[in-house]
């Protein structure tokens, strides 16, 4: 599968943002989707998590009261809904795919996408 990340932007803190994740190439229903970040100088985290169904999500703690990930099957997409963002939110945020992990599944993931850069100023 391939993915394209899209969406990203330079906003202000507490403004809103919504990345998109477009797949291709094989039936993206079969993958799980996660959204990944790496901010500079530190290592990529897992962010959220969303099963093949659309319907079980998770989260990194400190962004699950402000970020939403789903799904749209029919349109091959996830999507991370990120509300409320603050400066720490800044980084080049990356969607993935695997077709074995199961709910709560946070990596290794086989699929990655480009990567999309995200920068809230203060």
């Known amino acids: 599968v391939q993915l394209q990340a899209s969406g990203g932007g330079l906003v202000q803190a507490g403004d809103s943002l919504t990345l998109s994740c477009a797949a291709s190439?094989?039936?993206?229903?079969?993958?799980?989707a996660g959204w990944f970040r790496q901010a500079p100088g530190k290592e990529r985290e897992f962010v959220a998590g969303?099963?093949?169904?659309?319907?079980?999500?998770y989260y990194k703690d400190d962004v699950k009261e402000r970020f939403t990930i789903s799904r749209d099957n029919a349109k091959n997409t996830v999507y991370l809904q990120m509300n409320s963002l603050k400066p720490e939110d800044t980084a080049v945020y990356y969607c993935?795919?695997?077709?074995?992990?199961?709910?709560?599944?946070?990596?290794?993931?086989?699929?990655w996408g480009q990567g999309t850069q995200v920068t809230v100023s203060s």
């Open positions: 993935a795919a695997d077709p074995s992990g199961g709910y709560g599944y946070r990596g290794p993931y086989d699929y």
């Open positions: 969303v099963s093949r169904s659309g319907g079980r999500k």
């Open positions: 190439g094989r039936t993206f229903s079969a993958y799980v």
